[in-house]
């Protein structure tokens, strides 16, 4: 699945910090427009679209989650503008599980 992102240019790429879920530090990564090389794996890591399920004190919710993913299944590595739609997406259900109790 491709999906055409916002801020897909290059530059919209190269200046964001990124996030590896699993390791508190990332090796230097090996960035271009589309693909990167995984920090943890050194596979390639191409950018893509995927559904990604977050829960919280009972709720989930599933987002769209922008980032760069290996082919087939393995961790993904995320930019601080691609965590913007999770973060969203915990602040909802933050919320919902506030009203809930």
Known sequence: M?????????SGFA?????VYGRERPRETV???????????????RRDVRPMTLAFEGFSTT??????YPD????SVHSG????VSDA????????AGEGR
């Open 63 to 68: 987002v769209m989650m922008p980032g760069w």
């Open 31 to 45: 960035m271009t427009q589309e693909t990167m090389t995984c920090p943890e794996t050194g596979r390639p890591l």
């Open 89 to 96: 997406a915990l602040a909802e259900l933050r919320r919902r």
């Open 15 to 19: 200046a964001a910090p990124f996030m």
């Open 72 to 75: 087939g299944e393995g961790g």
């Open 81 to 84: 503008e691609d965590a913007r």
């Open 2 to 10: 491709r999906a055409s992102l916002p801020g897909s240019e290059a």
